[in-house]
């Protein structure tokens, strides 16, 4: 069983920065899965921003595009996916959820939110305008 744990979530002016980790763990021993982060603002619907494809391309929302940045630490006995998030907008302010499937996914950012299988609990994000 995969459990995800995020973090790093706060309260960060607009043009500011923030990295949000999510912590992996548990049967993670293979290279067929999906990840994302994913996140959702009071009132809206989940919304990917970053989708990462089994083979690792990366397919970023055009709301974060060039401003978020997802990568993944693989050193051992420690598996973190980040989200390195840049020129925050108070737009940007939602709970950010990291997630993960088994499956193989080619389909990137137009892969919908309740295809993944295995959920965070998520890390709030406020941006402050």
């Known amino acids: 069983q995969v459990q995800l744990v995020e973090s790093g979530g706060g309260t960060v002016q607009a043009g500011g920065s923030l990295r949000l980790s999510c912590h992996i763990s548990?049967?993670?021993?293979?290279?067929?899965?999906?990840m994302g982060w994913f996140r959702q603002a009071p009132g809206k619907e989940r919304e990917g921003a970053v989708v990462v494809n089994t083979g690792g391309s990366t397919s970023y929302a055009d709301q974060v595009r060039g401003r978020f940045t997802v990568s993944k630490d693989n050193v051992v006995n420690t598996n973190i996916l980040y989200l390195q998030m840049n020129s925050l907008k108070p737009e940007d302010t939602a709970m950010y959820y990291c997630a993960r499937d088994p499956r193989v996914c080619r389909g990137g950012i137009r892969i919908p939110p309740d295809w993944f299988q295995i959920w965070g609990q998520g890390t709030q994000v406020t941006v402050a305008s």
């Open positions: 548990g049967h993670t021993y293979t290279s067929n899965y999906c």
